[in-house]
């Protein structure tokens, strides 16, 4: 007998703390490679930038079916910043579309990173992510992706 799926667990127990660096992954649907189009991985980057306040990203890379997010939470709740991103992607590709779509799995697996922990390499093994996947064999051809120290 097929099991049921547990995600709304991942909520249990969820602690947000305004100043923790947290990495979130973040999956699309079904596993559907929405953002495979350039311009709806756009979208979620757009998404990304629309937080003034709540928090900043110090890296990201958006991969074909999925969102890899290192972020540092500065106010709010975590699942309630998180569900903004997602909700504004998702509306975004709609808009592209010319009609509504549903993008993202429910809930979303966050890792809070200790203090002590080196952010340059968390963050270069995020941004790896369509190296490792095979989706390119530069870093510099992947478009989707950023990370604060290349200022």
């Known amino acids: 007998m097929p ?3 547990r995600s709304h667990r991942l909520r249990l127990g969820r602690v947000n703390e305004h ?3 947290y990495l979130v992954t973040a999956v699309c649907a079904d596993r559907y490679g929405w953002f495979s189009r350039f311009e709806h991985g756009r979208c979620c980057v757009h998404a990304l930038s629309e937080l003034e306040g709540e928090a900043s990203t110090l890296c990201f890379v958006v991969m074909p ?3 890899h997010w290192l972020m540092q939470l500065e106010a709010g709740d975590l699942s309630r910043v998180v569900q903004k ?3 504004s992607a998702t509306r975004r590709i709609g808009q592209l579309r010319g009609r509504p779509c549903r993008v993202w799995q429910p809930s979303f697996h966050d890792r ?5 922990e080196d952010l340059q390499a968390v963050a270069r093994y995020v941004v ?3 190296l490792r996947a095979g989706l390119v064999s530069n870093l510099g051809q992947y478009p989707l ?7």
Not at 112 to 116: G, H, T
Not at 145 to 151: K, Q, R, S, T
């Open 3 to 5: 099991r049921k799926a």
């Open 19 to 21: 100043g923790r660096v």
């Open 65 to 67: 079916d999925h969102l």
């Open 85 to 87: 991103v997602k909700g």
């Open 112 to 116: 809070a990173l200790r203090r002590e």
């Open 128 to 130: 790896a992510n369509p």
């Open 145 to 151: 992706w950023d990370a604060i120290w290349l200022e």
